[in-house]
């Protein structure tokens, strides 16, 4: 079936550090990608996302870029800040019967330092 | 409203109680989504509605799970004689219409429930 794999946290950085933060999808059509982040005490919220190949989403500094044909789409942003310190969930989406429901990958918690 | 709401914000539970979870969607979102996240996991899919009717309530665990939105607006969650392994935060989503895969998903601040 279709799934999302993350890397696993937790990523630890110092301030003004790059992120990356690697995902790859598995799915049978061709599916909207999209990056989820939830901090402390908060729900989730959307991040960014993509809806076909070559597409580059990108929102708060962050941005991911819908790669067919490494089934990916990595996480990035040049310079994080302590507030970035979030959970991050990359998901896929597929249109199927009327409606498409969300398939999230377990997570990546970053944790960033002054 | 302004966002999606959910209620109670925690639950704690004895093993065997029933429990009720609800939500409020966004006013207008014909579709409403249901999902489970455990400890340390991504959000899981549980059910779907589409105004009143539930198209898919493929990712219920148990048939002790019950979801019901008989308005078309605020919908419920019913879990009957709670088990310790349904001790999770439960997330309400909604969206704006009932197509279009890119349609953004809102979701909820969670029902943290705990079963002791």
């Known amino acids: 079936g279709d799934s999302v794999t993350q890397m696993e946290g937790p990523v630890t950085l110092s301030e003004e550090a790059f992120l990356t933060i690697n995902c790859t999808y598995t799915?049978?059509?061709?599916?909207?990608l999209f990056w989820y982040v939830q901090y402390p005490g908060e729900g989730l919220q959307l991040l960014l996302k993509?809806?076909?190949?070559?597409d580059k989403g990108s929102n708060k500094g962050f941005e991911a870029t819908y790669r067919k044909e490494t089934t990916s789409f990595h996480l990035e942003k040049g310079s994080v800040q302590v507030s970035d310190s979030a959970v991050y969930f990359c998901?896929?989406?597929?249109?199927?019967?009327?409606?498409?429901?969300?398939?999230f990958g377990a997570g990546t918690r970053l944790a960033v330092h002054p | 409203g302004a966002g999606v709401s959910q209620s109670p914000r925690y639950k704690v539970a004895k093993r065997g109680q029933d429990v009720a979870l609800r939500c409020d969607p966004i006013?207008?979102?014909?579709?409403l989504f249901w999902y489970q996240q455990a400890l340390g996991q991504g959000p899981e899919f549980l059910t779907y509605?589409?105004?009143?009717?539930?198209?898919?309530k493929s990712g219920l665990p148990s048939d002790r799970f019950f979801a019901e939105r008989p308005e078309g607006s605020v919908s419920t969650l019913k879990i009957q004689r709670t088990q310790q392994e349904d001790s999770a935060v439960y997330l309400c989503?909604?969206?704006?219409?009932?197509?279009?895969?890119?349609?953004?998903?809102?979701f909820g601040p969670g029902t943290r429930l705990t079963v002791l």
């Open positions: 989503a909604s969206k704006n219409t009932q197509g279009a895969s890119t349609d953004t998903q809102y």
């Open positions: 799915a049978t059509g061709y599916p909207s």
């Open positions: 993509a809806t076909k190949a070559d």
């Open positions: 998901a896929l989406s597929m249109f199927s019967g009327g409606y498409n429901k969300l398939i």
């Open positions: 006013s207008g979102h014909v579709s």
């Open positions: 509605f589409q105004n009143e009717a539930q198209l898919d």
